[in-house]
């Protein structure tokens, strides 16, 4: 499966524009717990309860929320083994892969200049 053309309104791909579909877009998966997320599934799939484990602080609504966004845009798959109970898995799609390399950026400048950061937070503090 490949990336598709986008084929709506230009308006709709405008950052720009405070009612674009692209700023909607934006706006949900530029969240602390969408990052999280993306970057604990990784290339793995993952359970429901591995993925709390490994996403600290969130709680089962909030993982709840932000799996069920990630999906609806295509960014998460879901998937229910008929068990009992049902086991449900977690993997990210094409784009939730290409995503990742954005957010592996985030997380390398967070890396790189935490100490910078730190230290500009004590003098505005200060």
Not at 35 to 57: A, P, Q
Not at 76 to 86: D, M
Not at 87 to 109: I, N, P
Request: glycine share 8%; proline share 3%; charged share 30%.
């Amino acid at each position: 499966m490949g990336t598709k053309q986008y084929t709506g309104s230009p308006e709709d791909a405008d950052l720009m524009r405070a009612d674009s579909l692209a700023r909607e877009i934006f706006a949900d998966v530029a969240n602390k717990w969408a990052f999280l997320i993306i970057e604990f599934l990784g290339e793995r799939t993952l359970r429901f309860s591995e993925l709390r484990n490994e996403v600290e602080g969130i709680s089962h609504k909030m993982l709840t929320q932000n799996l069920r966004m990630l999906e609806r845009n295509g960014l998460v798959e879901r998937k229910v083994h008929p068990t009992v109970p049902p086991r449900v898995e977690y993997t990210l799609t094409e784009a939730g892969r290409a995503l990742r390399a954005t957010v592996d950026g985030m997380c390398g400048w967070t890396h790189t200049y935490l100490g910078h950061i730190e230290d500009s937070r004590r003098r505005f503090d200060g």
